[in-house]
C-alpha cells in the first residue's frame, strides 16, 4: 500500500471513527435535545460540525501535533493552531489558531469568507468553497461550543523575510539524477 492510500485510508478511518463518536459519545449533549429528536438522523449542528471538520481535515494544520498522536488528541486541544510555519513562494504561513478566530468573526462572516477568500496557500480556500452554508454554520458552531483555548499563532512573513519560528519548506527539490 503506497503512502497516498495509506492516508486515504486513514481519513476514511477518521471519518468512521468521527459518525460513531458523534453517535455515541458526548453523552451530556443528549439532555440539550428534544425528546423527539433521533441521534443518527438528525445530528445536532455541532455534532455534524464535528464530523465536517474530521472529514475536511482542519485538524491536520490548524491542531499542532495532530498527524502524529494519529487523530487521538482530546478536543480541548483541537483547532488551536501551529507556530510551525509553511514557508513557499507566498512567504510563511501560520495555521489560524480557530479557537480564538472565531470569537472574533460572526457567523455569517464565517461563511462569506469561505465564499469569497483564496488567498495563501497552503490553506485550501479553493476546494472549501463549494462546502453548503448549513456545513459552515455548523462547523462554526462546533468550534464556538468548543470555547476559546491556546495562544495566537505567529504573524505571516513575507518572502523576502527570515521566518523566526521552524517551518516547513514547501519548495519543491529536484533529486541529484534530475528526476530520471
Ligand atoms: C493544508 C493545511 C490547512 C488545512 C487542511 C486547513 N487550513 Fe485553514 N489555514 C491554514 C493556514 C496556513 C492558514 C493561514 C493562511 C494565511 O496566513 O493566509 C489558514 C487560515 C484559515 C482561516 C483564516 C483565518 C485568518 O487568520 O484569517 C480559517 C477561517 C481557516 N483556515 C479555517 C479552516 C477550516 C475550517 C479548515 C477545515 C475545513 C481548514 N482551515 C483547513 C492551513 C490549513
Not at 56 to 69: M, P
Request: aromatic share 10%; charged share 20%; proline share 10%.
Amino acid at each position: 500500500m503506497n503512502k497516498f492510500r495509506l492516508a486515504f485510508v486513514a481519513t476514511l478511518g477518521f471519518a468512521a471513527a468521527g459518525l460513531l463518536s458523534s453517535s455515541c459519545a458526548q453523552q451530556p449533549r443528549v439532555a440539550e435535545r428534544t425528546p423527539t429528536e433521533t441521534r443518527v438522523v438528525s445530528p445536532s449542528a455541532e455534532e455534524a460540525g464535528r464530523y465536517l471538520i474530521l472529514m475536511g481535515g482542519c485538524n491536520d494544520c490548524h491542531t499542532l501535533g495532530w498527524e502524529q498522536s494519529g487523530g487521538k488528541m482530546p478536543e480541548s486541544e483541537w483547532l488551536t493552531g501551529s507556530p510551525v510555519g509553511y514557508r513557499g513562494p507566498w512567504g510563511t504561513t501560520y495555521a489560524t489558531n480557530l479557537r480564538l478566530y472565531v470569537q472574533a468573526v460572526s457567523e455569517d462572516e464565517w461563511v462569506r469568507m469561505f465564499r469569497e477568500r483564496n488567498e495563501r496557500p497552503p490553506m485550501p480556500w479553493v476546494n472549501y468553497r463549494t462546502i453548503h452554508e448549513s456545513d459552515l454554520r455548523a462547523i462554526y458552531r462546533f468550534i464556538r461550543s468548543l470555547g476559546p483555548a491556546g495562544k495566537p499563532e505567529p504573524d505571516y512573513v513575507p518572502p523576502d523575510k527570515e521566518p523566526m519560528t521552524p517551518y516547513l519548506s514547501f519548495v519543491p527539490i529536484m533529486p541529484a539524477n534530475g528526476g530520471q
